[in-house]
């Protein structure tokens, strides 16, 4: 069986590896998916209490979170294609200006 600091070893190593992907790329769609990244890393702690603790509150959580989540990918993603049409480009750092 495979015990409780597994899993979160495994979740902060991903959500480590989530915010190193934020702080050291450039690219939106990079970003984006190191966000992502870090609420999976979430996810699986949330799932690992619940499963240790026997009671589902944990689980009900992520399916929330992952409902969120979805949403947030299609409005995310949408922006990201309106800006790559405007500008030609989803580097960050020639996306500074709030006007297209």
């Given at each position: ?32 998916m190191s966000l992502e990244m870090n609420l999976n890393a979430a996810n699986l702690a ?24 979805a949403a947030e990918v299609a409005v995310g993603l949408a922006i990201i294609v309106a ?18």
């Amino acid at each position: 069986m495979i015990a409780l600091n597994h899993y979160l070893w495994v979740s902060g190593l991903l959500f480590a590896l989530g915010i190193l992907g934020i702080v050291m790329r450039r690219n939106a769609l990079i970003i984006f998916m190191s966000l992502e990244m870090n609420l999976n890393a979430a996810n699986l702690a949330l799932v690992a209490f619940s499963k240790f603790n026997h009671n589902i509150d944990g689980q009900v959580f992520v399916f929330f979170i992952i409902a969120i989540a979805a949403a947030e990918v299609a409005v995310g993603l949408a922006i990201i294609v309106a800006l790559f049409r405007r500008k030609q480009t989803v580097r960050v750092s020639e996306l500074n200006a709030l006007k297209l």
